[in-house]
């Protein structure tokens, strides 16, 4: 996996990481009041309290070659489900 795909699917962490981070470097520069920091403490529960709820399902790929196959799926799934067809026709 290179550093291009590892920042595309893990951009919602690495993001908000890097500017809490540069935020806290200017409030340790600045030598800043408990105030500020509080807030900043306040931003890093938001954003951490959002990444957990807000987490994505998973998506499963299968291939049927079949109809019926296709139907014993859908019918089996207990969820929705996205049939896509493809024809190299």
Do not use: C, H
């Amino acid at each position: 996996m290179t550093i291009v795909q590892i920042l595309n699917q893990y951009s919602f962490f690495v993001l908000p990481a890097i500017v809490l981070a540069a935020v806290a470097v200017v409030l340790i520069r600045r030598r800043a009041r408990p105030v500020f920091w509080a807030a900043w403490g306040a931003v890093l529960v938001g954003i951490v309290a959002y990444a957990l709820i807000s987490r994505v399902p998973q998506t499963t790929t299968v291939k049927l070659d079949t109809a019926d196959d296709i139907r014993t799926a859908i019918q089996t799934a207990g969820r929705p489900t996205l049939v896509e067809f493809y024809s190299n026709y």
